[in-house]
């Protein structure tokens, strides 16, 4: 048999269409042991005068790298995440830092969730469309509700980045309503993160670091947690009407 007639088999074809995400896993795992120390904020006080002159001498070239290495951070689960977030602010203040952090969050969360749909995404996906009973309407119940559970996916602080990447796209949500609800759901906590970085310099003058529990604060909490009572809304509305159209 030749090459050309192996990969055209149905096994051949599943181990392709699984071989990205199982890459991104490994990065993932790699990362998480050999990156814990190189993406933290010691790192970053111990660059910032090299960072900032950078940003003064090539903006353009700084936004570009700054973005690329968000998204390959997000995109591959990296460790990271949040002090990326928090440098957004620091490089390029607070509009600016939130336009490209959302922006690069959610590149990489289109990235994942592709990956992830293209591989065990579209067979689990078709399985749910197949089966009968219990896992049938959990199926339409979740189709019916995609865009509320997309949002409090996102809005809850407690769900981890990469749980919001993945699940949507092992349950067959649509791309489009995961790429836009990403966008917005995330601007909240972006903004949160990106506002610490902005004083960040003071921060490190005083020998300190950044203090991202700010997040659980309740002046901070309380409105996420309002936006997520809102999301939730249309689903509890159905539930208290017993099933019946809005």
Known sequence: MTETQIMKTPRARRLLRHAPLAV?????????????????????RDNRAAL???RDANFAGLVLIFVGTYVG????????????SVTGGFLFG???GTVFNVLSATIGAAAIFLVA????????SARMDASEGRLQRLREGLREHEISMLFLLRLVPAVPF???????ALVGVRFWNFLWTTALGIVPGAIVFTWIGVGL???FARGESP???LIWEPYILGPILGLCALAALPILVKLLRGGKEV
């Open 211 to 213: 203090d991202l529990s």
């Open 117 to 124: 749909r293209w591989g065990p995404g579209r067979a689990l």
């Open 201 to 203: 310099g003071e921060v």
């Open 52 to 54: 900032l002159a950078f």
């Open 73 to 84: 951070i997000v995109a591959f689960s990296l460790p990271g995440a949040a002090v990326a």
């Open 24 to 44: 991104v896993l490994m990065v993932a795992a790699l990362g998480a042991v050999m990156l814990g120390d190189a993406l933290s904020f010691d790192t970053l």
């Open 162 to 168: 990469f749980v919001a990447n993945l699940l949507p």
């Open 94 to 96: 607070l509009a600016l």
